[in-house]
């Protein structure tokens, strides 16, 4: 997790199932939070820089996404590297066995 992360990056971050498991989960777990912090940690206002778990979604980018249509992406992006992985082991079976080993 990132605030500004590059944009070659974020793309990459795409293919990750981490991705779509932060943002699934995050939102239930920090929903209802309240933060405290110590007066060494303290804005000049103050206030503590984060003082709710909605504070900690907006800052992370975190409270735009359906926490439902994350865990979907989730799904699709293991079905998919499933996929890939077996596509890689039926070619390197394939290659084996154009060799003459079995």
């Known amino acids: ?9 974020e793309y990459f971050n795409y293919l990750s199932p981490l991705r779509y498991m932060i943002r699934n989960v995050a939102p239930y777990s920090l929903k209802d939070l309240k933060f405290t912090c110590t007066d060494h940690q303290r804005l000049p206002d103050g206030q503590c820089a984060i ?13 735009e996404d359906s926490p439902g249509l994350m865990l979907v992406g989730l799904a699709a992006v293991v079905v998919i590297y499933r996929i890939l992985a077996y596509l890689i082991l039926r070619g390197k079976m394939m290659e084996f066995s154009f060799f003459g080993c079995k």
Not at 1 to 9: D, F, G, H
């Open 51 to 63: 003082a709710t778990g909605q504070q900690a979604l907006k800052l992370y980018g975190l409270d």
């Open 1 to 9: 997790m990132s605030i500004n992360m590059p944009t070659i990056l």
